[in-house]
Every structure is written in structure tokens, then in C-alpha cells.
């Protein structure tokens, strides 16, 4: 089926730095929702994007509405140990079904104390 | 403040056995979902339900069925199963309308079929 690709895959990085991942898509969204899963944890909702160039801080995070409207972009500043966990991106298509959502594989994201 | 909740939260089974993962959310939302998540293949929607009394298959329905029982429990049954089928299950239901799409999950069911 259709997929959001995320990159980077995985990550590690020390606590303390800054991080970037994507999400990137072939056809246009309306919406672009940002979720993170604890280990062992469902996926819980962070930041969501409603318009094209839209950029919403949620604490240390920041996502930004690509322009094209084709892909999105999520931050973290100043990392700490609890960033740990699976980012993943998703959204609902603008042709079809709205009900069901498209996802990224997701940014695994390791942080060294 | 409960949210959704999935019942059980770790199930072992042999191949052939079947069984029934719960769901019961409590936001009186509308559409309720079941994913499978895999190692490196992120989350799979198996079914979903937009609302009360309807449901439709997702990306990978085969092996399973669903029942919408009222607004509030969703469930997802294996009838036969198999080891292709050990994953972990979570069940979410959904808020807003339109394209808001913003999805509450539940703490997941782990399955392993042997």
C-alpha cells in the first residue's frame, strides 16, 4: 500500500544535541500528524498540521508543513534520555479515503545520556 | 480517564487456536481501527470502522474478522492462528472529522503463535 517515507531510518546521538527527520510523500496532503512511541507503548499524537508552511512547536519540538504540501519536518532541541522511541509521521490522503490514515515506517531514536 | 483499552495485553497460542482481542474506548468517538505492527514495517491497518454498525477491510485483513459491538468496543478475532500472525496488535479510535485524523491508540496486544 501507499507509504510516507521517513528518513533517517534510525538515529544516535548524544543527549543534548539537536535532531531533524522528514517525511516525504509523491502525492500531496491536508494533514500531517507526528506520533512517538515509548517501548513497549502505543503510538502517542505530538504535533499535527493543518496548512501548507504551517511550523508548530510542541515543547523542545518544532514540525513544520512542507510548502508543496509533500512532505513535513520534525525537530527536537536539546535531546534528552525520554526522546527515546519511534517517530513516525502519517496522514490522511487527499484523494480517497480520509478515514484511514497513511504512515511512514518511522525515525528510530536512540539518545546516549 | 481510561481512553482506549485492549484486552489482553499478551496472549500466547498455538497455530490452529483461535481467540478474540478486545477493545473498548471511551471518548465516544466514531471510528475505531486495528493495526499490526512488525519489526520494520511500521504500523499495518488490518480493519477499521467508521461507525457504529459498519466496518472495512485495510491494508492486510486476511486471517482475521471484526466485530463493531456498539460505539464503544471494536474486536478483531483470529478464527485459525498462524505463526505469520505473532505480532503486536494495537486497537485506536479516532477523533475529529474531516481530515484531522488524529488517532488515540491503546497500550497494544502482544500475540505470539507458536
Known amino acids: 500500500g501507499q507509504q510516507l517515507n521517513q528518513s533517517p531510518q534510525s538515529m544516535f546521538i548524544q543527549e543534548g544535541e539537536d535532531v531533524s527527520m522528514n517525511c516525504t510523500s509523491s502525492?500531496?496532503?491536508?494533514?500531517w500528524l507526528w506520533y512517538k512511541q515509548d517501548p513497549g507503548e502505543g503510538p502517542v499524537l505530538l504535533i499535527a498540521?493543518?496548512?501548507a508552511g504551517e511550523l508548530t512547536s510542541n515543547g523542545r519540538l518544532t514540525a513544520q508543513f512542507g510548502i508543496t504540501r509533500k512532505d513535513s519536518f520534525l525537530n527536537i532541541s536539546a535531546s534528552i534520555p525520554s526522546d527515546v522511541g519511534i517517530y513516525f509521521c502519517?496522514?490522511?490522503?487527499?484523494?480517497?479515503?480520509?478515514?484511514?490514515?497513511?504512515w511512514g515506517l518511522g525515525t528510530s531514536l536512540a539518545v546516549n545520556p | 480517564n481510561a481512553g482506549v483499552t485492549q484486552t489482553p495485553k499478551f496472549q500466547v497460542l498455538k497455530t490452529g487456536q483461535s481467540m478474540t482481542l478486545q477493545c473498548a474506548q471511551d471518548?465516544?468517538?466514531?471510528?475505531m481501527y486495528w493495526y499490526r505492527q512488525d519489526p520494520g514495517m511500521g504500523l499495518r491497518l488490518i480493519y477499521y470502522?467508521?461507525?457504529?454498525?459498519?466496518?472495512d477491510k485495510g491494508e492486510v485483513p486476511n486471517g482475521y474478522n471484526v466485530s463493531r459491538l456498539n460505539k464503544r468496543e471494536f474486536s478483531l478475532r483470529l478464527e485459525s492462528a498462524a505463526p505469520s500472525q505473532t505480532s503486536v496488535y494495537f486497537c485506536?479510535?479516532?477523533?475529529?472529522?474531516?481530515?484531522?485524523?488524529?488517532?488515540?491508540f491503546g497500550e497494544g496486544s502482544r500475540l505470539t503463535v507458536l
Open positions: 502525492s500531496i496532503f491536508n494533514t
Open positions: 485506536a479510535s479516532l477523533t475529529g472529522t474531516g481530515n484531522t485524523g488524529e488517532l488515540f
Open positions: 498540521l493543518y496548512k
Open positions: 471518548m465516544n468517538h466514531n471510528s
Open positions: 470502522s467508521a461507525s457504529e454498525g459498519t466496518t
Open positions: 502519517a496522514g490522511p490522503p487527499v484523494a480517497g479515503n480520509n478515514r484511514k490514515l497513511i
